[in-house]
């Protein structure tokens, strides 16, 4: 069973499998009339992290799902990413989530059912991790390998974080590295050096709890993880629903130092590119290594987060003393003809 390479029955590999933001948009678009639910605080319209609906009590719920095809070879740490994954939709509204259904599609006369323990264990060990139950799940019999979760949570309505009520000014933090989408087509090309692999899967690994208190910080203003999109993407989806533009410094934004040399290799997943026909014509002209970074699709990717600019100082030592030193690598303007700048 150590033998088997997972990434290798799969056409794609985590978050760069998802469709594209265009296609995506044509799926969503709808010719029937809107029913309308007042509390529904969150739907599609804001294309945010996760639903989000009002119980009534000053309790809202947080609804989400995701799931890919493996990341990596190894089942446990699949398993294990995917569900961080899933998760982290949750922590990106400010939520903390209290319970996880598995969602399995498994080759069964491919891969034996021993190799799919290893992925549900792998999902377990996470859950744990976050106080969580695995609680159930559904299972098909299915071509390639996919896993993730359905994940609930909860949140009071004053901490909701929204991806679209950005303030103009406001400085913008990421709390991973941006790279993991070519880092892990290395890995499938079989080009990649096993430091630069861990370092990849140890980022995919952290789940984002930060989220959940940064959910009751009154100057955190926006806020949305970084996954198939790349940062571009995400970013896009902040300012469009927001009104405003972003202005950001390509040296500060948060990145693997190691990235040069597997992009001169072409290691660059297919999402890359399906991403910026998306959105390029939304972003200012890039050189191709920025591009292949900023665009890069992420899988259980950092919370980019929105602050209101006084309040800098005090939200890095509120992360430095949770262990994490960030500074910030943009900030939002008024609207303008592109959507982000890059300098």
């Not at 940062?231 to 896009?236: I, M, Q, R």
């Not at 005090?314 to 262990?323: A, N």
């Amino acid at each position: 069973m150590s033998e088997i390479k997972l990434t290798q029955y799969s056409h794609g590999a985590g978050c760069g499998c998802k469709i594209s933001p265009a296609v995506l948009d044509t799926i969503l678009h709808s010719d029937l009339p809107k029913m309308k639910f007042p509390s529904l605080l969150v739907g599609n319209e804001s294309k945010d992290d996760a639903a989000v609906f009002d119980i009534g009590d000053g309790t809202c719920i947080v609804s989400t799902t995701d799931f890919f095809m493996p990341i990596v070879d190894d089942p446990f740490t699949f398993g294990a990413i995917a569900s961080v994954n899933a998760i982290s939709d949750v922590y990106a509204m400010g939520g903390e989530p209290f319970m996880a259904i598995a969602i399995l599609g498994w080759p069964v006369n491919t891969l034996p059912a021993e190799v799919a323990k290893e992925v549900l264990e792998g999902s377990r060990k996470v859950c744990a991790e976050a106080g969580i139950p695995l609680a159930g799940g559904h299972s098909i019999d299915c071509p390639e390998p996919v896993f993730g979760l359905a994940v609930s949570g909860k949140l009071k309505k004053e901490h909701l974080k929204r991806n679209d009520t950005a303030k103009e000014g406001s400085l913008l933090y990421l709390t991973k590295p941006l790279g993991i989408g070519i880092i892990t087509t290395a890995q499938k090309k079989g080009i990649v050096q096993e430091d630069h692999l861990k370092k990849a899967v140890d980022t995919m690994l952290i789940l984002n709890k930060l989220g959940a208190e940064f959910g009751k910080l009154p100057y955190v203003n926006a806020m949305t993880d970084v996954t198939g999109f790349g940062l571009l993407g995400h970013l896009c989806e902040v300012c469009e629903g927001s009104g405003l533009s972003a202005e950001i410094e390509f040296s500060k934004v948060p990145k693997f130092d190691f990235l040069d040399s597997y992009i001169q290799q072409k290691s660059m997943p297919g999402g890359t590119q399906r991403n910026w026909d998306s959105y390029g014509s939304k972003i200012s002209p890039l050189s191709d290594v920025k591009r292949a970074i900023l665009a890069d699709p992420q899988t259980s990717g950092g919370l980019l987060v929105s602050i209101d600019a006084d309040n800098s100082s005090q939200f890095e030592g509120f992360v430095k003393s949770k262990g994490l030193t960030l500074e910030p690598f943009g900030k939002l303007v008024k609207k303008g003809d592109k959507a982000v700048s890059v300098k």
